[in-house]
């Protein structure tokens, strides 16, 4: 089936630091991509939704110049957190949306950020 | 390999019980959350198991047997706005999320 990998797993950082997170569908093209955050045992914070070519769409209080995203092709969106924050640390989750007669969404993995 | 098996789709009416059954074969295990997704809006998280037994919250019970690698996520009272994908995701060794490809629950009147 679909998969949707996330790289890195984890991530330590610096307070003031910038951190990439690269999510990939691995076995189909994704034409929209969406990230999350997570807070334990809360549900998935939509942050933006990203399309292949066009600028990513921002959740209401999500700043863009902070949570800059990139879908640079039709299999991979980066999610940079720029100048990082201990309260950015979070659990990013980023999604993506398979074409064809039947939408499905599939969720990555993952990527922890701590920010020190 | 790692895997999470749901039912694609279930279908029942209001009023009813329903329940929807996650099977998991993961590398380590770190917790099983439920999340209720509505059409074209982001997951709401329902429920978080990390021990065998049945969890109550509402309408909604959860319930884990680690050694079976089985869960379940039980609706009672079934309503019409119930209608929606639930998704089983387990948390593995590594805390990251196994994700099920969600089960798409129908309510008819």
């Known amino acids: 089936g679909a998969v949707v990998s996330q790289h890195p797993s984890w991530v330590i950082c610096k307070s003031g630091t910038s951190v990439k997170i690269e999510c990939r569908s691995l076995?189909?093209?994704?034409?929209?991509m969406f990230w999350y955050r997570q807070f334990p045992k809360q549900s998935l914070m939509l942050m933006a939704t990203?399309?292949?070519?066009?600028?990513?769409?921002?959740e209401q209080g999500v700043e863009k110049d902070k949570f800059l995203i990139n879908h640079a092709s039709l299999t991979l969106s980066t999610l940079t957190v720029t100048s990082a924050h201990p309260e950015d640390s979070s659990f990013y989750i980023c999604?993506?949306?398979?074409?064809?007669?039947?939408?499905?969404?599939?969720f990555g993995p993952g990527t922890r950020l701590l920010v020190l | 390999g790692q895997n999470i098996d749901q039912p694609t789709e279930m279908t029942a009416t209001e009023g009813a019980i329903v329940q929807i059954n996650c099977t998991y074969q993961?590398?380590?295990?770190?917790?099983l959350f439920w999340y209720q997704q509505h059409a074209g809006e982001a997951p709401t998280f329902l429920s978080y198991?990390?021990l065998d037994g049945l969890e109550e919250k509402g309408r909604f019970s959860s319930f884990l047997s680690r050694s079976k690698g089985y869960s379940y996520l039980l609706l009672k009272e079934l309503q019409m706005k119930d209608s929606a994908s639930y998704l089983c995701a387990v948390m593995d060794s590594n805390y990251q999320l196994i994700w099920g490809a969600g089960t798409k629950l129908i309510i008819k009147p």
């Open positions: 990203s399309n292949e070519g066009s600028k990513a769409t921002y």
């Open positions: 999604s993506a949306i398979s074409g064809g007669r039947e939408e499905t969404q599939y």
């Open positions: 076995d189909f093209q994704a034409t929209t």
């Open positions: 993961t590398s380590g295990f770190n917790g």
């Open positions: 198991n990390v």
